[in-house]
């Protein structure tokens, strides 16, 4: 089985995994505060609190940024539920702006729509994420110029997408959010076996973060409402969580991301390939970056005959291609049916989904497994 998606693990990441286990810190120790100003100057962003994943991630990006019961959230349909879960986790409402049906990313006169609306029914979203798609950056310039006005506060869900660019700066940066979350699950761009990673320029929202990533306990006399016990002495200051990453999850992170441009080389390679092998078949191939360069997460291709895509899925899978497909509409899972979602809401996001179909893209597959996808499909296709 060829698989979607996969990590690249070579004797250095072994090594420095087991040079950790070998040292006095498996938890909390020097790796963590590595690897978060490692990704720091790489992204050229000032802060980085590195998570046990995305999700968490996501979750405290929300709380740091004071979004409670009563806001609004608004993300992409066309993501993973964590993209919109992490706001019902603070107890606030989510609704969707549509994407572009071509592209899968947010659509930017949907949301300038969108936006006009709520201003009219003053139902602004407190927040809004875009989701950087396979890599993609969304247009982040323009997202920004719609939101800012009305004060609303943008979180990136770059989970796809560390080692893009976008205007020529690293996607993290945050010139145009507040926040910006990566994924470092080992089917993204580079791994740390599960982990993620909040970036902000914000010196108090990177201080939120890091505390309430840690049960929203303080050691610092300054922020105690008394002195202090001893040296023993932390007091909880706040309600929060253990969404620490490991030392051990850090140190493989910190060794991966020495060849976060190695892999996005070779992505971008693979995707040439691709577009060269395909180019023949009745598929829409994806688009790159728009005013970037894409850390291409994901390879999407879209059938020209949707009716065919349960067929062509199974066909592939049988041959032993590990296609998927992202996403599924969030509001069309059912627990967003239950808060009130359902199909028809976002036309864009649902003709994208009934097309769409992941093929395999990861750093190290070969032009011959590349060859036996494209053989795969134009069969699969013929035989449709």
């Not at 286990?21 to 978060?36: I, M, N, R, W, Y």
């Not at 864009?348 to 070969?366: D, H, R, W």
Request: aromatic residues 8%; glycine residues 6%; contains cysteine.
């Amino acid at each position: 089985m060829i698989p979607y998606g996969r990590q690249q693990i070579d004797a250095n990441d072994i090594a420095a995994v087991v040079e950790t286990l070998q040292s006095d810190f498996l938890t909390q120790g020097p790796k963590v505060p590595a690897f978060e100003h490692a990704v720091a100057r790489r992204c050229e962003v000032n802060f980085a609190v590195a998570m046990n994943s995305a999700t968490s991630a996501l979750h405290l990006a929300c709380l740091a940024l004071g979004i409670g019961p009563g806001d609004l959230v608004w993300t992409s349909p066309i993501s993973f539920v964590a993209s919109a879960n992490c706001a019902r986790y603070c107890g606030a409402d989510v609704d969707f702006v549509d994407v572009d049906a071509s592209s899968g990313l947010l659509d930017v006169k949907a949301l300038q729509l969108k936006l006009l609306q709520a201003a009219a029914n003053n139902r602004l979203p407190k927040a809004v994420i875009p989701v950087h798609l396979a890599g993609h950056s969304c247009d982040m310039q323009q997202i920004a110029a719609l939101c800012r006005p009305y004060g609303i506060r943008i979180i990136e869900d770059a989970s796809h997408a560390i080692g893009a660019l976008y205007q020529q700066r690293p996607v993290g940066c945050c010139q145009y959010s507040d926040i910006c979350v990566f994924s470092f699950h080992p089917v993204k761009i580079i791994t740390s076996a599960e982990g993620g990673m909040a970036l902000c320029n914000d010196a108090r929202l990177a201080g939120t973060l890091q505390s309430l990533r840690s049960h929203g306990i303080t050691r610092n006399e300054a922020e105690m409402t008394e002195p202090s016990h001893g040296p023993w002495y932390y007091q909880q200051t706040e309600l929060g969580y253990n969404y620490r990453m490991t030392d051990l999850h850090a140190a493989l992170g910190l060794s991966q991301l020495d060849r976060l441009p190695q892999f996005v080389h070779q992505r971008i390679a693979a995707t040439e390939l691709y577009q060269t092998l395909l180019q023949d078949l009745p598929v829409e191939l994806p688009a790159p970056a728009q005013d970037g360069i894409s850390a291409w997460h994901l390879y999407i291709v879209r059938l020209q005959q949707p009716q065919l895509r349960r067929r062509v899925f199974e066909q592939l899978r049988a041959a032993g291609i590990g296609v998927n497909v992202h996403y599924i509409p969030i509001h069309t899972q059912p627990y967003y049916q239950q808060l009130g979602f359902h199909w028809g809401q976002y036309p864009q996001a649902e003709q994208f989904y009934s097309q769409i179909i992941s093929l395999p893209l990861f750093a190290g597959i070969t032009a011959a497994q590349q060859q036996q996808v494209a053989s795969a499909l134009r069969q699969a296709l013929e035989q449709s």
